[in-house]
Nanobody, 120 residues
Framework: QVQLVESGGGLVQPGGSLRLSCAAS????????MGWFRQAPGKERELVAT???????NYADAVKGRFTISRDNAKNTVYLQMNSLKPEDTAVYLC??????????????WGRGTQVTVSS
């Protein structure tokens, strides 16, 4: 397991943009897949975007075309660029990382989350 710290959340008006970052740290680790979930009050946790170690990406339909996930393996950091934000995007955004010893044995770590509020 590793430690994950998110940053970049805040208050933004509809149509605005935010860029979230999540940095992984630890003693001796490797990072496989990474991604972002979001949790809004009264709603189930939603998988927003994922990115594999080979930089293959996948997005939830609700954010496709507006959000972009990327990673910097040298910095052990995953990013989520959020454009054309809508009030429906308001949620706590949490990143995860798989630090398993191989792809057949995932070991997931979670960040504490960062609040994104889209409101006028």
């Amino acid at each position: 397991q590793v430690q994950l710290v998110e940053s970049g959340g805040g208050l933004v008006q509809p149509g605005g943009s935010l860029r979230l970052s999540c940095a992984a740290s630890g003693s001796d680790f490797r990072i496989n897949d990474m991604g972002w979930f979001r949790q809004a009050p009264g709603k189930e946790r939603e998988l927003v975007a994922t990115i594999t170690s080979g930089s293959s990406t996948n997005y939830a339909d609700a954010v496709k075309g507006r959000f972009t996930i990327s990673r910097d393996n040298a910095k052990n950091t995953v990013y989520l660029q959020m454009n054309s934000l809508k009030p429906e995007d308001t949620a706590v955004y949490l990143c995860y990382a798989d630090s398993g010893v191989n792809d057949l044995n995932p070991l997931y770590s979670w960040g504490r989350g960062t609040q994104v509020t889209v409101s006028s």
